[in-house]
């Protein structure tokens, strides 16, 4: 069957119309619609090409040193009590869904019970089928309300309702498909059901540092569940939103354990799925982000642009609403008084209301590609075709209502 997301693709390229947009697949776009390779991944491929002493050896099965010894950073902190001790087993991964990948099978193998893995409905649309894969059986906790806001105490009944051991898959930051994120406060009390299910908890994060532009805050679940908690967890990295390195496909797969020893046989294991599923991981995007993330200048150049490109999208959901507004857009359905969910929301996507039928119209009368459950990629929104994606968002909700 065709995939709900990469399928928008295919038909989004195989539609001749000019005038046609996408808003499907999450990939950066700049304000003239166009993707764009970050200024610090020039400068990291310049010096990479001048150094004489570069190879392309295959990679030790774990991954490249320079960009091990830094990853686990980003996503813990450089504080972290667990990195100081030592107590993080991390592997390259072939971006974040090799990462959940080599997690699923590493709970296949090892983890007591078979144990069921919840995943929040909705949620990215490769999450049951990665840890299907493994053999493993998942369930849904509740997470969005009908107005767009986080079901709280939905999500703890859900959660405290499953097995002791059972598996939780969290959204570190800007939550998929519905950029609607626990608050501090409630992130404490998923926290308390996670300790007291003795859950097996995976923080899976695509967009660090892309959701507000502040590496230090888009971590804040990651670091309070380790540093502050104490828990024992799994969180799987991407490089492909943040750096823009959709197709090197570069991640790490992170477990922090209860001790050292621990973790240097979590390690051994970890190498030990990897080595008979691809063996070894790529070369030249850990380079990249190793180069980057090791420099102090590119560093700060890589921040700013994440700064960048975060606030672009910002301006993008205001500039969409204050479209809808002025056109006197109705919202999508009676659930909704208004469209201000779209700005309450962060990260990438804009979660609209929009029903199937809305979307099947949007493409098919107006070349608006999105996925089917109304997630649109603000990424492809830009100045020049907001107002056309108001419209035609009014247009198609209109028209349902005749």
């Not at 667990?82 to 107590?87: D, I, N, P, S, T």
């Not at 997690?103 to 069921?116: D, L, R, T």
């Amino acid at each position: 069957p065709v995939d709900p997301i990469l399928g928008v693709a295919v038909a989004y390229n195989a539609d001749p119309d000019p005038s046609k947009i996408n808003l499907g697949i999450g990939a950066y776009r700049d304000a003239s619609g166009k993707p764009i390779v970050l200024k610090c991944i020039k400068e990291a491929e310049r010096a990479i090409a001048s150094n004489p002493e570069m190879n392309k050896e295959y990679l030790p099965v774990q991954g490249l040193e320079p960009f091990l010894k830094v990853t686990s950073q980003v996503i813990f902190g450089k504080g972290s009590k667990a990195l100081a001790e030592g107590r993080v087993a991390v592997v390259q991964s072939l971006s974040g869904t090799g990462a959940l990948r080599i997690a699923a099978e590493f709970i296949s193998m090892y983890a007591p019970g078979n144990p069921q893995v919840y995943i929040s409905d909705p949620s990215w649309g490769n999450h049951h089928t990665i840890f299907r894969k493994a053999g493993l059986q998942t369930q849904l906790y509740r997470y969005l309300t009908p107005q767009m806001g986080l079901d709280i105490e939905g999500m703890l009944a859900d959660l405290a309702a499953a097995p002791l051991g059972s598996v939780f898959v969290l959204h570190t930051v800007a939550h998929n498909p519905t950029g609607v994120d626990p608050t501090p406060a409630q992130w404490k009390r998923v926290a308390d059901v996670c300790e007291k299910k003795r859950a097996i908890v995976i923080f899976d994060t695509a967009y660090q540092g892309y959701a507000t532009g502040d590496l230090d805050k888009d971590a804040y679940a990651v670091r309070y569940f380790s540093n502050e908690r104490n828990i024992e967890l799994m969180v799987t990295q991407s490089y492909s939103k943040n750096f823009g390195l959709y197709g090197e496909r570069i991640g790490a797969l992170n477990i922090a354990c209860a001790d050292k020893e621990t973790a240097m046989k979590v390690r051994s294991q970890l190498n030990g799925i990897v080595r008979p599923m691809y063996s070894n991981p790529q070369l030249h995007g850990a380079r990249l982000v190793a180069g980057v993330l090791n420099d102090d200048s590119l560093r700060a150049m890589w921040e700013q642009e994440l700064k960048d490109m975060s606030n672009r999208i910002v301006d993008m959901r205001g500039a969409l609403v204050q479209s809808l507004n002025r056109i006197g857009c109705p919202p999508p359905n009676a659930k909704f008084s208004n469209w201000n969910h779209i700005t309450s929301q962060i990260g990438m996507f804009a979660f609209t209301g929009l029903a199937p039928q809305h979307c099947d119209a949007l493409t098919k009368k107006h070349h608006i590609y999105c996925t089917r459950n109304g997630r649109f990629s603000m990424a492809g929104v830009n100045p020049s075709n907001v107002e056309h994606i108001a419209k035609s968002m009014k247009d198609v909700i209109q028209g349902s209502r005749l």
